[in-house]
């Protein structure tokens, strides 16, 4: 069964520092992997997308990717209290359907 | 990006009865995807809605207790039936993006059982 792991949390961090979430994934086929936001009582929100190994960066946002681990992280620098969320790590695996993560809680403390 | 639209946001219902999500889309979509969050847990996709064919169920979702219906390109439903308190949960509409398979999501349509 295609598995994606990810610490539940509540990771705690203060309110200008990185925060660094993790997931590893069980399908070495996957390709696509992505990071999605959810507030509480919200849908999630696409936050970013990576599909190469190494980092890509977007504003505050840094995806890591290193495939031959089978892990994938995002690093939030300047951590906000605003960035309180719940944070879902899912890959598309080999049959082209994104699964999903249990997700990891954020708190960001003012 | 395209807005996607679902009603109802939040219903609470009867054991064993019935209750229809629709979803509406702004643009025409080939896929639409229908996800349930049970409380505290992650996404898990029901099944995949192709316009003019069968909804295609995931493991362990089957069609009479989640009938599909697609009748065009731009709508969906999503009927849960015979509900029972496991049946609470957040469903969720989804389309793909155009860039490397993402997915953007509806509000969603809270659910809750009694």
């Known amino acids: 069964q295609k598995e994606v792991e990810q610490n539940s949390g509540p990771l705690s961090v203060p309110e200008g520092a990185i925060a660094s979430l993790n997931c590893t994934y069980s399908d070495r086929g996957s390709q696509s992997f992505f990071w999605y936001r959810q507030y509480s009582g919200k849908s999630p929100e696409l936050i970013m997308f990576?599909?190469?190994?190494g980092d890509k960066e977007d504003g505050r946002f840094t995806a890591q990717l290193n495939k031959a681990s089978q892990y994938v992280s995002l690093l939030i620098r300047d951590s906000q209290p605003s960035d309180s969320a719940t944070y879902l790590c899912a890959v598309m695996d080999s049959s082209y359907k994104l699964i999903f993560g249990s997700g990891t809680r954020l708190l960001v403390r003012p | 990006s395209a807005v996607i639209s679902q009603k109802p946001s939040r219903d609470i219902c009867q054991r064993g009865t019935s209750l229809t999500i629709q979803c509406q889309v702004d643009s025409q979509v080939t896929m639409m995807f229908w996800y349930r969050q049970q409380p505290g847990q992650s996404l898990t996709l029901i099944a995949t809605?192709?316009?003019?064919?069968?909804?295609?169920?995931e493991s362990g979702f089957v069609i009479d207790k989640f009938p599909i219906s697609r009748p065009n390109l731009t709508f969906s439903t999503l009927t849960v039936s015979n509900m029972s308190p496991e049946d609470s949960s957040i469903y969720l509409c989804?389309?793909?993006?155009?860039?490397?398979?993402?997915?953007?999501f509806g509000e969603g349509s809270r659910l809750t059982v009694l």
């Open positions: 809605a192709n316009q003019g064919s069968e909804a295609t169920y």
């Open positions: 989804s389309i793909q993006g155009e860039n490397t398979g993402e997915l953007f």
């Open positions: 990576i599909y190469s190994n």
